[in-house]
């Protein structure tokens, strides 16, 4: 199977409501990257944690990583109608080439008003 | 600042037809060059990935094809699509030579139907 699972496949919250998806990957890794993608567009970077870090904030956005059991979640707290967008894990298999990542199936994320 | 450019954003095929979908990338130089293939509802399957000019490394087998003329420049070919060659497509870019935490850049994708 893939490197990169993410659990729930799907989410639908209400606005406000914090909003927690997990991903599990198989390999070492240098680092773990969370992709957000609108409807029919491309994907747009989020956060980046390293395989020495456990947790790390960006503004509403909080994501640990625990090597140890090779998964991490992303939590968005307090969320938007434009959260509404579909989110990947990628990792960075510590003995790729060219930074090449490897991305899960993603966790579709809606937001109702 | 950087931009990334993909086009075209749609394209509808027949199937034997050939296909070439162009990226470049502006503001910067010696890119890391990607490109994914997205079904729809799934997560992305690299195809090809390069690290300069003529180092351009295949990721899965298939009728397709992918070559940098230029540092900036990736092109996705196909000589005789397939219908299983539907789907997403994307480009992207990551800067090289400043270590391994580097995000990538996405460009708006290429939606290729095959008839």
């Known amino acids: 199977s893939q490197q990169g699972e993410e659990d729930p496949q799907a989410l639908s919250i209400q606005e406000g409501e914090n909003a927690t998806m997990n991903c599990s990957y198989k390999?070492?890794?240098?680092?773990l990257q969370w992709y957000r993608q609108n409807s029919g567009r491309g994907l747009v970077h989020l956060i980046l944690?390293?395989?020495?870090?456990r947790e790390k904030h960006s503004g509403r956005l909080r994501v640990t990583l625990d090597t140890s059991k090779k998964s991490s979640s992303l939590l968005i707290t307090a969320s938007r109608a434009a959260d509404t967008a579909s989110y990947f894990c990628?990792?960075?298999?510590?003995?790729?080439?060219?930074?090449?990542?490897?991305f899960g199936g993603g966790t579709r994320v809606l937001v109702k008003p | 600042s950087q931009t990334i450019h993909q086009w075209p954003a749609t394209l509808v095929q027949p199937v034997g037809s050939p296909l070439s979908l162009e990226c470049t990338v502006e503001?910067?130089?010696?890119?890391?060059l990607y490109w994914y293939r997205q079904a729809a509802g799934r997560g992305l399957q690299l195809l090809f990935y390069?690290?300069?000019?003529?180092?351009i490394s295949s990721e899965v087998p298939q009728n397709l094809s992918a070559s940098r003329p230029q540092d900036r420049q990736f092109i996705l070919s196909s000589k005789k699509l397939l219908l299983s060659d539907s789907g997403f497509y994307l480009c992207?870019?990551?800067?090289?030579?400043?270590?391994?935490?580097?995000?990538?850049?996405f460009g708006d994708g290429t939606r290729l139907s095959i008839l």
């Open positions: 390999t070492s890794i240098n680092n």
């Open positions: 992207a870019w990551s800067a090289r030579g400043l270590g391994r935490d580097q995000p990538q850049h």
């Open positions: 990628a990792t960075d298999d510590h003995e790729a080439a060219g930074n090449k990542l490897t």
């Open positions: 944690i390293r395989s020495n870090e």
């Open positions: 390069s690290i300069g000019i003529d180092q």
């Open positions: 503001g910067t130089s010696n890119p890391n």
